[in-house]
């Protein structure tokens, strides 16, 4: 079976997409939770995706995206990067910034978190 | 593996660097950390500077020699 739409369906439906190793209860990786708690300090709203459960979901995200490793982040559909990016781009305020510019200035109000498994 | 490699690799890729630092953050040969600062880098967004990086060190990402790499790149001299 192929993951293919469906990881496509999260990146392109999804305000803030973070695939990643675990969930966000249980995470299974230390850059995942790097790239999980600075989406966090900046009031994200992260729909969250496991890669683990089978290592074809990885294959296929990495084909989509051309990004070899995870976690992966991506807002409104556009790859943002992994966990060194993202904590660089929330250390310097440019991670709110994007998120207000494509979410809208309320985009925190909601702080919901959504974990989505695929299979 | 040591960090050797990586670096000539790195330094192939980036023959104009002007900062170029690879760290084994473990010890381990297999955890690194790198740094690239050069000028061709210059313009390009965060993720196509760490894409550029991907590229130079596929061969060792790709075989699992790199187990994790924590990438920091900078596009100014």
Known sequence: MSYTDKIKDVIEG????????????????GNSDRALQALRRAGAPVTAVDILPDPQIRQELASISGWPTIPQVFVKGELVGGADIVEELEQSGELAATLRDKLGDDYAAARDETTVTLG | MSTQPLRELLERAFPDATELDVVDRTGGGDHFQVIVTAPSLAGLSLVEQHRRVYEALSAPLGDGTIHELRIKTKGAS
């Open chain 1, 14 to 29: 999804s305000d803030v997409a973070l695939f990643m190793k675990g969930t966000p209860s249980f995470v299974m990786c």
